[in-house]
């Protein structure tokens, strides 16, 4: 089945995330699932090449839990407005 939300780690063994996140993003079965990545890269512009990537949201480590499940819950309900 498809993820409803994929929390993607951008230091990846043998494809980076932000090429996993493109990948995921062309592909019509699941370019509509929200992307957050999940780094170390804390940069200005490490955030805008995770957003040009394709994801949705950006959280850096260590991961502030309170602020990443806000994040999530925002995007799921966007993505399934009740």
Not at 53 to 71: Q, V
């Amino acid at each position: 089945g498809r993820p409803d939300l994929i929390l993607m780690d951008i230091s990846l063994p043998k494809i980076d995330g932000w090429e996993a996140t493109r990948r995921i993003k062309a592909d019509t079965a699941t370019a509509a699932v929200p992307i957050v990545a999940l780094t170390a890269h804390a940069m200005v512009a490490d955030r805008q090449k995770c957003l040009d990537a394709g994801c949705d949201e950006f959280e850096t480590k260590p991961i502030d839990l309170k602020r990443l499940l806000e994040k999530m819950q925002t995007l799921l309900a966007v993505r399934s407005p009740r």
